[in-house]
């Protein structure tokens, strides 16, 4: 059983920051690669960044420039520095690990509330 843990979520105004961290646990071989979507109300879930076991990044254009994701492998973590938030922000913040084996885990979300 694999579960991945979120936290960091909240609200904060514009312009602010935040730093999402998720941790997996269990049994988990190796995980490959990492990332970050985020579900608005009434939208589909979208990738917002996601990292490979090599270190390299990818970024939803919309957010380039403002967040930064990165991850530990010793601790099966991975994090998403947020900076210069804006309300478009705000949704529900999930992680996703795919291990080598290409099986995908999810995390329970977490939200982020951007005020104007």
């Known amino acids: 059983q694999v579960s991945l843990v979120e936290s960091g979520g909240g609200l904060v105004q514009t312009g602010g920051s935040l730093r999402l961290s998720c941790s997996a646990s269990g049994n988990i071989f190796k995980i490959d690669q990492m990332g970050w979507y985020r579900q608005a109300p009434g939208k589909q879930r979208e990738l917002v960044a996601d990292?490979?076991?090599?270190?390299?990044?990818r970024y939803t254009d919309s957010v380039k420039g403002r967040f930064t994701i990165s991850r530990d492998n010793a601790k099966n973590t991975v994090y998403l520095q947020m900076n210069n938030l804006k309300p478009e922000d705000t949704a529900v913040y999930y992680c996703?690990?795919?291990?080598?084996?290409?099986?995908?885990?999810w995390g329970q979300g977490t939200q982020v509330t951007v005020s104007s």
């Open positions: 996703t690990m795919i291990d080598s084996v290409r099986e995908r885990y």
């Open positions: 990292i490979t076991s090599a270190g390299t990044p």
